[in-house]
């Protein structure tokens, strides 16, 4: 919460539309830490993995839901409530 505000400007500069995540009736969500989550429009990414390495190096950023890497291993759901392994 401390480093809100300078996380929510620099988001603004580097093309994000930032926006505190909410509960039903307004008030912020609260991670079990005590953090607050700003949720992110980029619209289109071109360069995701450029863009994660320009949030993370924000300010009071704890993590970032930019996913480059590849997964070792894949678990695809089933209507039926089983699972496929791919990897």
């Given at each position: 919460p401390l480093a809100r505000n300078t996380a929510f400007k620099s988001i603004?500069?580097?093309g994000g539309k930032p926006q505190i995540r909410t509960l039903e009736?307004?008030?912020p969500f609260i991670?079990?830490?005590?953090n607050i989550i700003l949720d992110c429009n980029f619209g289109v990414i071109k360069k995701p993995k450029l863009?994660?390495?320009k949030i993370e190096k924000?300010?009071?950023v704890?993590?970032?839901g930019i996913f480059t890497r590849k997964p070792d291993i894949i678990y695809k759901a089933k209507s039926n409530g089983q699972f496929d392994i791919i990897k």
């Open positions: 603004l500069k580097i009736r307004g008030y991670t079990e830490n005590g863009l994660r390495e924000i300010a009071g704890l993590e970032v």
